[in-house]
């Protein structure tokens, strides 16, 4: 059970399927983890369960901060959570898995919010204003063989995210797939998705996906 602040998303299916193939690699003591939009800490959490000695978690959200850090001390796991901007505060460390389930959800305009819950979804009009610079940024703070998790939606663009990792040296592979039922946020946009081509008269529901690349 993860305790939250108002204005921090809650767990759902895409961050458990991507927490499965996070507990999936090889983490041992001496394995160094960077959670990339911790949100409630669920992934900093699971990594540090399934054994990774040294657990990084960054948000741009103080109350997702405070909340991970909150979490942490409730299920007596101990880990670093700073608040910034993607990798800004870890630039120059290096890390054996980044984990990273970021906003994706495509949105009216490209105006990212600065505060309230949405800006736990809204990402731009295509869904890529985080995933793009996740895709550049978080390379440059892998390890040598390290892995980097990654979990959007179909609908912001699958190939350009394989794309832009192979771009920078990766072996890219989609290890996980589910099909989600629309929630609340996404019913109250099938019609702009519907009208985009994103999905198909009458869909109501995603497919998110898990990509694993590998340095």
Known sequence: ???????????????????????????????????????????????????????????????????????????????????????????????????SNPPYVPAYDDVLPVRGIERAWDAGVDGRLLLDRICRQAPTVLAESGVLLIAQSVLSGVEKTQSMLEEHGLSVDIVARAEIPFGRVLSSRAALFESRGLISPGQRSEEIVVFRAVR
């Not at 690699?25 to 540090?48: K, M, N, Q, W, Y």
């Open 1 to 99: 059970m993860l305790l939250r602040l108002p204005g921090v998303y809650p767990p759902q299916e895409d961050t458990w399927l991507l927490a499965d193939v996070l507990a999936a690699e090889s983490l041992g003591p001496g394995s160094r983890v960077l959670d990339i939009c911790t949100g409630t800490g669920a992934l900093s959490l699971r990594a540090a369960a399934a054994g990774a000695g040294y657990v990084t978690a960054v948000d741009i959200s103080r109350r997702a901060v405070a909340t991970t850090r909150f979490n942490a001390f409730l299920q007596r796991h101990s880990g670093r959570v700073v608040h910034g901007d993607l990798i800004a505060p870890v630039q120059g460390q290096r890390f054996d898995v980044v984990v």
